[in-house]
């Protein structure tokens, strides 16, 4: 199942545990108050079973809270990796960049012509070199030395988007197990709310 689709799963199953746990918790303060006022057994058998249904329901909380801190724990790294990797190949670009912009600087310094798109690179880059390289140009062409002409240093340039890494991790497998997590039932008497058999993982 994907990262994406399991967090609201597990998520849901805390917001019915802890209301669970409240309702437990109040009912059994409830039924000790009333014990200790009447002596009646029944309530302190009642708080009883109420502390034991509160034990499970704060077993499958804490199962819960594990899958999702690792869905987190997972979804987080696998942004960070993906971040790295934009972030190395922006430099990669960035370095290549300047390596073409240097050969269109020099390739204009020799009199050649390179593309309108190239010069409105290195001087989008660095207007000063861009008019160094054209006064340069310039003396070239006077000495009538022959003339090259280049195609764009950007000519092959692909267009590719990188993608979102929080869609990425989202939209990737979990590498672990997804349990269900069953809610346990609350007892007679102890409320309705809360009771369930939890977020089903779909098939």
Known sequence: MKIGEAKPIYYENRRELVDQIRTLYDRKTEAEKKYRLTGD???????????????????????????????????????NMEASKQQGEAMEKEVENLGKIMTVFRRLAKGDIVPATDEKKLMEYDDKMYQMAKNMQMMAMRLEKERKRHKSMWEDEEKAENPDPEELANNSEFAGDLPDIEIPSVPDGAGAEGAGSGGELPA
């Open 41 to 79: 057994s029944a309530f302190s058998e009642e708080a009883a079973t109420l502390e034991l249904s509160l034990d499970a329901t704060n077993k499958a909380f804490e199962d819960n809270q594990k899958v999702l801190d690792s869905l987190v724990e997972q979804e987080v790294s696998i942004m």
